[in-house]
Protein backbone atom coordinates (compact mmCIF):
# COMPACT_ATOMS: atom_id res chain seq x y z
CA UNK A 1 0.00 0.00 0.00
CA UNK A 2 1.51 3.48 -0.92
CA UNK A 3 0.11 6.55 0.76
CA UNK A 4 1.08 9.92 -0.97
CA UNK A 5 0.96 12.87 1.10
CA UNK A 6 0.73 16.34 -0.26
CA UNK A 7 1.12 19.98 0.08
CA UNK A 8 -1.68 22.03 -1.05
CA UNK A 9 -1.55 24.86 -3.88
CA UNK A 10 -0.86 28.40 -2.87
CA UNK A 11 -2.64 31.04 -1.40
CA UNK A 12 -2.40 34.59 -1.31
CA UNK A 13 -0.61 34.20 1.76
CA UNK A 14 1.79 31.99 0.55
CA UNK A 15 2.37 34.69 -2.00
CA UNK A 16 2.62 37.48 0.71
CA UNK A 17 5.00 35.81 3.09
CA UNK A 18 2.64 34.95 5.63
CA UNK A 19 2.31 32.64 8.22
CA UNK A 20 -0.64 30.53 7.12
CA UNK A 21 -2.20 28.56 10.14
CA UNK A 22 -5.91 28.08 10.52
CA UNK A 23 -6.82 30.60 8.51
CA UNK A 24 -8.75 29.41 5.99
CA UNK A 25 -7.19 30.78 2.75
CA UNK A 26 -8.90 29.65 -0.60
CA UNK A 27 -6.09 28.54 -3.57
CA UNK A 28 -5.57 31.43 -5.97
CA UNK A 29 -4.80 30.79 -9.85
CA UNK A 30 -1.20 29.73 -9.42
CA UNK A 31 -2.48 27.55 -6.34
CA UNK A 32 -4.95 25.48 -9.10
CA UNK A 33 -2.58 25.08 -11.61
CA UNK A 34 -0.04 24.09 -9.25
CA UNK A 35 -2.66 21.29 -8.23
CA UNK A 36 -3.77 20.61 -11.64
CA UNK A 37 0.28 20.16 -12.63
CA UNK A 38 0.25 17.64 -9.98
CA UNK A 39 -2.19 15.88 -11.07
CA UNK A 40 -0.81 15.41 -14.63
CA UNK A 41 2.67 14.09 -13.08
CA UNK A 42 0.95 11.15 -11.36
CA UNK A 43 -1.64 10.45 -14.74
CA UNK A 44 -2.38 6.51 -13.92
CA UNK A 45 -2.84 6.67 -10.49
CA UNK A 46 -6.09 6.12 -9.14
CA UNK A 47 -6.64 6.80 -5.19
CA UNK A 48 -9.11 4.12 -2.84
CA UNK A 49 -9.39 7.00 -0.34
CA UNK A 50 -8.46 10.59 -0.60
CA UNK A 51 -8.15 12.65 2.86
CA UNK A 52 -7.69 15.91 3.39
CA UNK A 53 -7.48 18.75 6.41
CA UNK A 54 -10.89 20.33 6.91
CA UNK A 55 -9.35 23.59 5.44
CA UNK A 56 -10.44 24.76 1.98
CA UNK A 57 -7.05 24.98 0.54
CA UNK A 58 -6.44 21.73 1.31
CA UNK A 59 -9.64 20.40 0.96
CA UNK A 60 -9.39 21.92 -3.15
CA UNK A 61 -6.05 20.45 -3.80
CA UNK A 62 -7.30 17.59 -2.71
CA UNK A 63 -10.21 17.40 -5.38
CA UNK A 64 -7.99 18.08 -8.27
CA UNK A 65 -4.97 15.51 -7.81
CA UNK A 66 -7.48 12.97 -6.60
CA UNK A 67 -9.57 13.38 -8.96
CA UNK A 68 -12.61 13.33 -7.03
CA UNK A 69 -15.53 15.45 -6.21
CA UNK A 70 -15.33 16.83 -2.63
CA UNK A 71 -17.98 15.18 -1.61
CA UNK A 72 -16.14 11.75 -1.80
CA UNK A 73 -13.16 13.50 0.60
CA UNK A 74 -12.75 12.39 3.99
CA UNK A 75 -12.19 15.45 5.93
CA UNK A 76 -9.63 14.83 9.53
CA UNK A 77 -9.08 17.38 11.60
CA UNK A 78 -5.80 15.90 12.66
CA UNK A 79 -4.07 16.95 9.38
CA UNK A 80 -5.23 20.38 10.18
CA UNK A 81 -2.05 22.94 9.77
CA UNK A 82 -0.16 23.75 12.77
CA UNK A 83 -1.97 26.35 15.02
CA UNK A 84 0.77 29.52 14.51
CA UNK A 85 -1.49 31.69 17.30
CA UNK A 86 -0.24 34.95 17.69
CA UNK A 87 1.65 34.88 14.54
CA UNK A 88 -0.59 33.95 12.26
CA UNK A 89 -0.94 36.42 9.22
CA UNK A 90 2.40 37.52 10.69
CA UNK A 91 4.96 38.13 7.52
CA UNK A 92 8.28 35.45 8.16
CA UNK A 93 10.47 38.16 8.26
CA UNK A 94 9.08 40.49 11.50
CA UNK A 95 7.76 37.14 13.74
CA UNK A 96 10.73 37.75 16.01
CA UNK A 97 13.53 35.46 16.59
CA UNK A 98 12.17 32.75 19.15
CA UNK A 99 9.46 32.12 16.71
CA UNK A 100 12.36 32.34 13.87
CA UNK A 101 14.24 29.71 15.74
CA UNK A 102 11.70 27.30 16.24
CA UNK A 103 10.82 27.20 13.12
CA UNK A 104 13.89 26.45 11.72
CA UNK A 105 14.68 23.99 14.98
CA UNK A 106 11.58 22.58 16.60
CA UNK A 107 13.69 19.48 17.87
CA UNK A 108 15.48 22.17 19.74
CA UNK A 109 13.76 25.23 20.28
CA UNK A 110 10.52 25.30 22.20
CA UNK A 111 7.52 26.87 20.78
CA UNK A 112 6.60 30.45 21.82
CA UNK A 113 3.95 30.63 23.86
CA UNK A 114 0.20 30.45 21.68
CA UNK A 115 2.22 28.04 19.13
CA UNK A 116 1.11 24.81 19.06
CA UNK A 117 4.24 22.49 20.29
CA UNK A 118 5.56 19.42 18.41
CA UNK A 119 4.62 16.67 20.19
CA UNK A 120 0.84 17.96 19.91
CA UNK A 121 1.74 17.82 16.09
CA UNK A 122 3.21 14.25 16.51
CA UNK A 123 0.40 13.21 18.91
CA UNK A 124 -2.35 14.24 16.62
CA UNK A 125 -0.74 12.94 13.39
CA UNK A 126 0.58 9.63 14.21
CA UNK A 127 -3.49 9.07 15.23
CA UNK A 128 -4.23 9.72 11.86
CA UNK A 129 -2.01 7.50 10.38
CA UNK A 130 -2.04 5.02 12.12
CA UNK A 131 -5.98 4.50 11.75
CA UNK A 132 -5.13 5.46 7.82
CA UNK A 133 -2.91 2.65 7.76
CA UNK A 134 -5.58 0.41 9.50
CA UNK A 135 -8.31 1.39 7.29
CA UNK A 136 -6.38 0.56 4.24
CA UNK A 137 -5.48 -2.92 5.07
CA UNK A 138 -8.33 -3.93 6.42
CA UNK A 139 -10.06 -2.77 3.14
CA UNK A 140 -6.97 -3.71 0.45
CA UNK A 141 -6.35 -0.40 -0.59
CA UNK A 142 -3.43 0.08 -2.60
CA UNK A 143 -2.91 3.65 -2.91
CA UNK A 144 -4.29 6.46 -0.41
CA UNK A 145 -3.94 10.58 -0.67
CA UNK A 146 -3.25 12.83 2.13
CA UNK A 147 -3.65 16.62 1.42
CA UNK A 148 -2.24 18.99 4.33
CA UNK A 149 -0.26 21.67 4.83
CA UNK A 150 3.43 22.38 5.09
CA UNK A 151 4.18 21.89 8.63
CA UNK A 152 2.10 18.48 8.96
CA UNK A 153 3.83 17.54 6.24
CA UNK A 154 7.00 17.24 7.52
CA UNK A 155 5.41 15.72 10.82
CA UNK A 156 3.32 12.93 8.58
CA UNK A 157 6.85 11.95 6.78
CA UNK A 158 8.84 12.34 10.00
CA UNK A 159 6.42 9.06 11.00
CA UNK A 160 6.26 7.35 7.58
CA UNK A 161 10.41 7.43 7.90
CA UNK A 162 10.47 6.11 11.19
CA UNK A 163 12.63 9.14 12.35
CA UNK A 164 13.93 9.58 15.66
CA UNK A 165 12.34 13.22 16.46
CA UNK A 166 9.48 11.85 14.49
CA UNK A 167 10.17 15.19 12.17
CA UNK A 168 11.08 15.54 8.24
CA UNK A 169 11.73 18.91 8.18
CA UNK A 170 14.16 19.35 5.63
CA UNK A 171 13.86 19.74 2.95
CA UNK A 172 11.05 22.04 3.11
CA UNK A 173 7.62 20.80 1.21
CA UNK A 174 6.83 22.99 -1.82
CA UNK A 175 3.21 23.65 -2.42
CA UNK A 176 1.97 20.19 -4.34
CA UNK A 177 5.10 18.68 -3.84
CA UNK A 178 4.03 14.90 -3.40
CA UNK A 179 5.86 12.35 -1.62
CA UNK A 180 5.26 8.56 -2.00
CA UNK A 181 5.54 6.31 0.94
CA UNK A 182 5.29 2.52 1.06
CA UNK A 183 2.96 1.91 4.37
CA UNK A 184 3.64 -2.06 4.05
CA UNK A 185 4.51 -3.85 7.62
CA UNK A 186 8.28 -3.23 8.50
CA UNK A 187 8.85 -1.50 4.97
CA UNK A 188 8.06 2.27 5.56
CA UNK A 189 10.40 3.97 3.10
CA UNK A 190 9.79 6.58 0.96
CA UNK A 191 9.40 5.51 -2.80
CA UNK A 192 9.56 9.09 -4.69
CA UNK A 193 8.75 12.67 -4.58
CA UNK A 194 7.08 14.32 -7.28
CA UNK A 195 8.15 18.33 -7.07
CA UNK A 196 6.47 20.93 -9.80
CA UNK A 197 9.02 21.99 -12.44
Same mark, same amino acid.
Given at each position: ??????????? %??????????? +????? %?????????? &????????? =????? &?????????????????? +???? $?????????? =????????? $? +???????? =??????????????? +?????????????????????? %???????????????????????????????????? %???????????????????????
Amino acid at each position: MKIWITRHGQT %NLNKAHLMQGR +TDEPL %NETGIRQARQ &ARKNIPDVT =FDKVY &ASPLCRAVETASIIGAVD +TKDI $TIDPRIIETD =FGRFERKKY $T +TMGLPMIF =FWMLPWIIPAPKTVE +TIPSMKERTASFLEDVIADGRK %NGYENILVTCHGGIMRVLSGYMLGKKSGLMWYPKPH %NCEIRVFDADPGQHRMLGDYRLS
